[in-house]
C-alpha cells in the first residue's frame, strides 16, 4: 500500500516545493488553467450552436443537372465548409443522394 501511496505524496511535495521557490509559477500554472477552461467553453459553444446556424446557398448542381436551393448546415471540425444538406430544392422530403454537392469547389468559397 505504502509503494503507491508514496511516489504520489512525492509528486505532491515536489510540485509544492517548486510552487514556493518560484511564486511566478503559481501566476502562470493558473494563466494556462484560465486559458484551457476558456478555450473548452468556446469550442463548446460553438459546436452546440452550430446545429442552429443554416445556410441557405442557390447554385447549379451537376449531378442533378438542375439549379438548385439547398439548406447547409455549416462545419467547424471538418476541412469541409459544410457538413450536412438539411433540405434541398431537388427532393420533395427528405435529401436521398449521397450529398456530393458538399465537395464542389463553388461551395468552399
Sequence with gaps: MWDLIAPIIAQ???????????????????IAILLAIFAVIFFGVEAVNLGKKL?????????????VEALLRPSIFTFRKYDDVIRCSAFKGKVTC???????????T
Design 55 to 67: 445556410v441557405l446557398k442557390t447554385f447549379y448542381c451537376p449531378f442533378r443537372k438542375m439549379m
Design 12 to 30: 505532491i511535495i515536489s510540485i509544492l516545493f517548486i510552487l514556493f521557490m518560484n511564486p511566478y509559477a503559481i501566476v502562470a500554472i493558473f
Design 98 to 108: 449521397k450529398k456530393k454537392c458538399l465537395d464542389l469547389p463553388l461551395l468552399q
